[in-house]
């Protein structure tokens, strides 16, 4: 998370009229301040290693994709967060950020099996697969979903004998 965040906020951010150096409102600067973290760190890490680094950002402006990998950020596990992931990946690749993806199966809650399936079914083609979540949720390894693993392992074999 590279954004100014305010928790307790009403907006889980800064204000949006607050004012930075220079004048600006907050509502100008927000992804803006993300932005150059963002590109502050993979330039730090390039420099450091001489090598291309994973980066992950959930705060982005134009010109990001050239830095790293952004989330849709903090999302919850059900059907209606689900339902909105695939238009928000669609247009974040349109606008030119192809390596993006979700949290895969909501970062709050605790999903049930069929939205747990239904979810890394999707998220099977998304360009970036993030299985996380909240450190206050029960555990989510596929395998622990019965017919979660069921499935994949019909698909596996299915397609490892084709």
Do not use: C
Request: proline share 5%; charged share 15%.
């Amino acid at each position: 998370m590279n954004e100014p965040s305010v928790f307790n906020g009403p907006e889980i951010s800064m204000h949006k009229h607050n004012i930075h150096y220079g004048g600006w409102e907050h509502r100008d600067v927000h992804n803006v301040y993300g932005f150059y973290q963002f590109l502050a760190t993979s330039q730090a890490l390039t420099a450091r290693d001489n090598k291309r680094p994973f980066v992950l950002s959930r705060a982005f402006f134009a010109g990001s994709q050239r830095h790293g990998a952004i989330w849709t950020g903090d999302n919850t596990a059900d059907f209606s967060h689900l339902k909105a992931s695939v238009p928000m990946l669609l247009s974040v690749g349109v606008a030119g950020l192809a390596f993006a993806g979700a949290d895969v199966g909501g970062f709050f809650g605790n999903p049930n099996p069929e939205l747990f399936t239904r979810w890394y079914e999707l998220g099977a083609f998304q360009p970036f697969f993030r299985g996380h979540a909240h450190l206050d949720t029960r555990r989510r390894e596929p395998w622990l979903f019965v017919r979660f693993f069921f499935f994949f392992f019909l698909v596996f074999f299915f397609f490892w004998h084709i």
